[in-house]
């Protein structure tokens, strides 16, 4: 579904990534790791067209490098970054009624009648919580709260490719196990996962594939269970 080949990005003179090459298949979830400053944000944003970079991004066959972020998420990719972009005079039922209209853009400029995967009693379901407070203003949510809104928001748009950048910083144990199930739900419902974390027990128990990313390039490619043995790649590249 998602390939990059020989990705290199930028902010301004400084070149941040140098020649990333992978790809996130149908159903896949993909863990991208490594420590702050590797490169693993600027790659979701790259794809997202969010910074300026050159080389091959291709969605579906479709080339994305050049489009606007609106036009990339129209195509069915959904990104959720760090600083979890709420809108925080709007209620919680609010937000997630933002995610849906971007859905229904996308599905009548495919097909009309087209519906969504995902409805507003699927994110309550998931994330009682957000049901309890959904007529709350975002702005006064906690952390974790406003994780699960931004998290629900995005897929509110019916995403087929979904990035998620550290879902699970500073957040609760529990919430964290939470956000570890929707992500499982997202796989078993078709929805592919390019997943940017830092928490390797949480990345490498849901994950097909880990991608280890040090100093703007791809430096580890293989199954969890590969990474887990390799204790050198461990040490150089992600230890503190």
């Given at each position: ?38 490169g693993r944000s600027t790659t979701a944003k790259a794809v997202m067209g969010m910074v300026e970079c050159t080389g091959d991004v291709l969605w579906k066959g479709q080339p994305l490098v050049g489009r606007k972020p609106y036009e990339i998420a129209h195509l069915g990719l959904g990104y959720v970054p760090e ?158």
């Open positions: 579904m998602l390939q990059i080949d020989n990705l290199h990005a930028f902010y301004g003179k400084s070149h941040v990534l140098h020649g990333v090459r992978f790809e996130v298949g149908e159903g896949e979830i993909v863990a991208l790791l490594g420590r702050n400053g590797s600083n979890r972009d709420i809108f925080p005079r709007l209620t919680v039922h609010q937000n997630l009624m933002l995610g849906q209209k971007g859905a229904r853009a996308r599905k009548q400029a495919a097909s009309a009648g087209a519906r969504g995967r995902w409805s507003f009693d699927d994110m309550y379901g998931m994330f009682p919580r957000l049901k309890e407070r959904q007529h709350t203003e975002a702005g006064v949510l906690s952390g974790g709260e406003q994780q699960m809104l931004t998290l629900c928001r995005t897929l509110m748009g019916d995403p087929s490719l979904i990035i998620i950048d550290e879902p699970t910083e500073g957040l609760a144990p529990k919430i964290v196990e939470l956000v570890a199930e929707y992500l499982k739900t997202l796989k078993s419902r078709g929805v592919s996962v390019l997943l940017i974390e830092q928490k390797l027990t949480i990345a490498l128990s849901i994950s097909d594939r880990a991608l280890v990313m040090g100093h703007g390039s791809i430096v580890f490619q293989g199954t969890p269970e590969t990474l887990r043995g390799d204790a050198y790649i461990r040490k150089e590249w992600l230890e503190v």
